[in-house]
């Protein structure tokens, strides 16, 4: 289950974290949200940022 977690410190810094995202799928799943906050001032990958996404294409071959 993909999931943001954000929290606010009393300063008004915002923490990000995602959750149940594989790649780099991550970053255009907070891209939006990121641009609205203001300038992100640093990131830190998890570990499944750093795993491959693998998808599974199923295809059926005809011959007439």
């Known amino acids: 289950m993909k999931k943001i977690k954000f929290v ?3 300063d008004g810094t915002v923490t990000e974290e995602v959750m149940g995202v ?3 799928q991550c970053l255009d799943l ?3 949200i990121e641009e ?3 300038t992100v001032q640093w990131r830190k990958e998890t570990q499944e940022y750093y795993q ?3 998808t ?3 295809v059926t071959l005809q011959h007439d």
Do not use: C, Y
Request: glycine share 12%; charged share 30%.
């Open 22 to 24: 594989k790649g780099t």
């Open 30 to 32: 907070t891209e939006k």
């Open 36 to 38: 609205t906050l203001g």
């Open 8 to 10: 606010i410190a009393q």
């Open 56 to 58: 599974e294409e199923n």
């Open 52 to 54: 491959t996404v693998t």
